[in-house]
């Protein structure tokens, strides 16, 4: 309960009045004391059978939506009593942001229930409870105030804001064909490893005939991965090396009403780290879609890697991994190369994404190029961020090395900077 203004005016009325009445002894003072008095009681008897029995419900056909798509939620205030309410308000206190989820309802009737719905553009990537909510109600005469809170059911997983390119560098590997790596994969290629009995699960294509004729029960093959298909994106996710710029260009708000008629350009918030995670997804959807085996290695709050597979499985993995990175790791990039590179496989096209402009990132793609791989990199130019200037420089380093780049700019389109030819 909340003792609002008012009160304290009906508080100080109250007290004013009995003293009237004592110095004067006129019955009116006292009559007035004596409404006063009742209207105190009958605002808090009213407050409590306000909030007693009511409850809302919170209700959403998907929980796994990308930025800069809409969320629709459903919300439902029930009133379970024979009474009615005058008022009831709703307060959303999700951490969403853009959420306009709060609303108040008012002529609520006994054994009924209100019903409305919201919609939020979703700007930022993450995990959002839908909750805690509260709700509101009180008194006629504004006395008091009385809450009641529901604590979240479910939660929102946003994913990163992916493009669709058309092209992405892919760089040929060691051998035609490639040769076995002698690690076992649920894909088919064009190693068998062997045979193994029948599981539940194993689709019919794979049954080896002649092994199951000879042993008088199902067998099937299993095969080897090939290190041609073979693509790794590495996120540099360094505390000290990403920039957010304080000044930027923000999503304006657009009226709900118009959101299925009104399309909003998605601006992601002026974060190198943002820039290159939206990156990040959307070339493993080029590479996934390419029937390539992709694996993810980024080292945020703890050390993340994924094993190079190819299908959907994998992009989702990736995906709402990069849904729950942030930019708090310890390794550079190169200590991130250094920690993965004993195990990719040479041949390998290995996608560089980092926001560094020192000369770290030369001796990455160094120790890539030495190892026998295929480096891509992808950079954010810092100065379009609000940093010091000097990516363009590193930059012309590394296509002097013959290896294809890619540079993010502040406010930029991503799928043209993705797909562009740079020349520094």
Not at 36 to 58: A, D, E, P
Not at 183 to 198: K, Q
């Amino acid at each position: 309960m909340t003792i609002r203004s008012t009160f304290w005016v009906f508080l100080g009325l109250l007290a004013a009045s009995f003293l009237a009445g004592n110095f004067t002894r006129s019955f009116v003072y006292y009559r007035v004391v004596y409404l006063l008095l009742f209207i105190l009681l009958f605002s808090l008897i009213w407050g409590l059978l306000s909030i007693r029995g009511l409850s809302v419900k919170r209700s959403a056909r998907i929980h796994r939506l990308p930025v800069g798509a809409i969320f629709e939620e459903r919300f439902e205030v029930v009133n379970p009593t024979r009474y009615g309410r005058l008022w009831i308000e709703i307060e959303d206190q999700s951490n969403l942001p853009g959420s306009r989820s709060s609303k108040v309802i008012s002529a609520v009737g006994g054994r009924q229930s209100r019903t409305y719905v919201t919609r939020t553009l979703l700007q930022q990537r993450g995990v959002f409870p839908l909750g805690p909510t509260r709700l509101i109600t009180g008194d006629p005469f504004g006395l008091f105030l009385f809450k009641r809170e529901f604590p979240p059911v479910n939660q929102l997983l946003v994913l990163p804001y992916i493009v669709d390119l058309d092209y992405f560098p892919f760089l040929p590997g060691l051998l035609p064909g490639g040769r076995a790596l002698h690690r076992r994969t649920l894909e088919v290629s064009p190693h068998a490893a062997g045979v193994r009995e029948y599981a539940p699960g194993d689709p019919l294509s794979r049954i080896h005939w002649k092994s199951t004729a000879r042993r008088d029960h199902i067998m099937v093959k299993e095969f080897e991965q090939d290190p041609q298909a073979d693509v790794w994106i590495l996120l540099d996710a360094h505390r000290h090396s990403h920039i957010r710029e304080k000044q930027s260009k923000r999503q304006q708000p657009v009226e709900q009403f118009w959101f299925w008629t009104h399309k909003s350009e998605v601006y992601l918030a002026a974060d190198t780290y943002e820039y290159l995670v939206s990156a990040c997804a959307s070339i493993a959807n080029y590479y996934v879609r390419s029937n390539r085996a992709v694996g993810f290695v980024s080292h945020g709050h703890s050390y993340v890697a994924l094993p190079v597979e190819r299908g959907e499985r994998q992009l989702a993995k990736i995906i709402e991994t990069l849904a729950l990175l942030d930019a708090d790791g310890p390794l550079t990039v190169l200590g991130l190369v250094n920690a993965q590179a004993s195990s990719i496989a040479r041949g390998s096209t290995v996608v560089l994404l980092t926001p560094s402009r020192d000369i770290q990132v030369e001796m990455a793609v160094d120790e890539l190029l030495r190892r026998d791989m295929n480096p891509i990199v992808v950079m954010v130019a810092s100065e379009s961020f609000g940093g010091e200037g000097g990516s363009l420089d590193v930059a012309a380093h590394i296509q002097a090395r013959g290896v294809p780049l890619k540079i993010l700019r502040c406010e930029n389109n991503i799928l043209r900077d993705l797909q562009l030819n740079h020349n520094v």
